[in-house]
């Protein structure tokens, strides 16, 4: 907003969404990442998109052995799925605007550790997604952006924290307003400049 962009925010929660945007600006737009076959019909009424943010993400930890393909199935179609989708509908719209994508990855994104097999998948597969754009629309003037956040106080770290067995202490990982400021810092690097990779992690206090 401070860069005079109007802020288009979706999700699946209407109640949810439509408070976001009373708190932070900007228009609601209902979507839901397990129904990419409903992107086109949704997306058709929106103008001018010159960036485009990818941060919805779903996690459940597990061993490999304990992990039915229900669960690989679901994290991978918000993960990665819903992402490579959205991004094809809007990147006409995009490449008029010579704008940006960034995909908000994690740490996980380039580490798999154990119990975090079938996100981390997802997360490498996301970074893979992001690596081939790059190189596709780099010749349209389109900059893709990976941002991979370490532990973040956020209610999908709380959720992490329950299923780990871990007592969730806010304060102990980064504040969502530094991933936040990173984000619009890679938006707005200068044209000649493109930031490919950005790791954020916790810093010293």
């Known amino acids: 907003m401070a860069a005079g962009h109007d802020l288009i925010l979706s999700g699946r929660n209407v109640g949810a969404l439509e408070a976001l945007c009373a708190e932070v600006g900007g228009s609601a737009l209902v979507l839901d990442l ?5 992107f086109e019909g949704a997306l058709a009424g929106v103008g001018r998109v010159s960036n485009v943010v990818h941060n919805a993400g779903v996690v459940e930890l597990g061993a490999v052995a304990e992990q039915g393909h229900a669960v690989w199935s679901h994290t991978l179609a918000v993960n990665v ?13 995009v490449r008029a605007e010579r ?35 790059r190189e596709e629309e780099a010749s349209a003037g389109v900059r ?62």
Request: glycine content about 8%.
């Open 34 to 38: 397990t129904r990419p076959e409903s």
């Open 81 to 93: 799925v819903a992402p490579a989708e959205l991004t094809r509908v809007l990147l006409p719209r």
């Open 99 to 133: 704008g940006s994508v960034v995909f908000v990855n994690s740490g996980a994104g380039l580490r798999a550790n154990a119990g975090w097999g079938s996100y981390a998948a997802s997360k490498f597969g996301l970074k893979a997604l992001a690596d081939a754009l």
């Open 144 to 205: 893709v952006s990976s941002v991979y956040p370490g532990r973040t106080a956020t209610p999908m770290q709380a959720k992490v924290r329950s299923q780990e067995g871990a007592a969730y202490t806010p304060e102990a990982f980064i504040d969502p307003d530094s991933v936040a400021a990173t984000i619009e810092f890679v938006l707005n690097a200068p044209r000649d400049a493109t930031l490919p990779d950005v790791s954020v992690r916790p810093g010293p206090r």
